[in-house]
């Protein structure tokens, strides 16, 4: 089935270490994204692509860093200098132009 | 960046109609105002999105004002399952490419 896939779906981590998220599609599409959500809150832009091997900085990149070496993936790492890394990370990916986004269904992130 | 304002929360009773509204008195002219809802620890979903003309698809209705200051989503006969939060976001294109903001959105609760 085409889709956006997040992984895993929960995902612990003690702090100070650096941890990676992963975000596949099978879509075909150029631009996608990184957010993250935090209770109560909406979603915020930490990193996008719209093409391979490149990416900008969103309203959030501070302690984080992406990769995008294929179309499919969009790797995300947060690093151990995110302050508060513990959060609901989602990404998302459409093609260019204005068309929907897709979303995949989240990683919940808690660092002890 | 263009910004949108949402009430932060409203509630409707099952069947009847569900307007909500927003404001983006600070879009420009070529961007397009997308609704995305989510549903509690989901990846939001994409429900319409449109530039001047008003827009109807299966799940909603976009009606965007002349001046293209606000818009109203309009769910016409809403359900127990539209309960959830509703994002009104403009896609901003760039030379580094789109961005999708979010803001706090809207929590609509649907009461029997």
């Known amino acids: 089935d085409g889709g956006i896939t997040q992984s895993p779906k929960y995902l612990f981590r003690k702090e100070g270490q650096n941890v990676t998220l992963s975000c596949e599609q099978n879509?075909?599409?150029?631009?996608m994204y990184w957010y993250r959500q935090d209770p109560g809150q909406g979603l915020r832009l930490i990193y996008y692509?719209?093409?391979?091997?490149?990416?900008q900085k969103g309203d959030i990149a501070e302690g984080y860093s992406v990769s995008r070496e294929k179309k499919e993936s969009f790797p995300l790492t947060v690093t151990s200098a995110q302050k508060n890394p513990t959060a609901f990370y989602l990404c998302?990916?459409?093609?260019?132009?204005?068309?929907?986004?897709?979303f995949g269904q989240g990683t919940r992130l808690t660092v002890v | 960046d263009a910004k949108t304002t949402q009430p932060p929360s409203m509630d409707c009773a099952e069947g009847r109609a569900a307007n909500l509204p927003c404001n983006h008195s600070?879009?420009?002219?070529?961007?397009?105002v997308y609704w995305y809802r989510q549903i509690h620890s989901q990846g939001p979903q994409y429900i319409i999105h449109?530039?001047?003309n008003n827009e109807t698809n299966e799940m909603a209705s976009l009606i965007i004002t002349e001046d293209r200051k606000s818009s109203t989503l309009i769910l016409p006969h809403a359900t127990l399952r539209d309960t959830a939060v509703y994002y009104c976001?403009?896609?901003?294109?760039?030379?580094?490419?789109?961005?999708?903001?979010f803001g706090t959105g809207t929590r609509l609760a649907v009461r029997p």
């Open positions: 600070t879009i420009s002219g070529n961007e397009y």
């Open positions: 976001i403009v896609r901003v294109s760039g030379s580094s490419g789109d961005k999708l903001t």
């Open positions: 692509s719209q093409i391979v091997n490149d990416f």
């Open positions: 998302a990916s459409s093609h260019q132009g204005n068309t929907e986004a897709f």
């Open positions: 879509l075909n599409h150029d631009a």
């Open positions: 449109g530039l001047k």
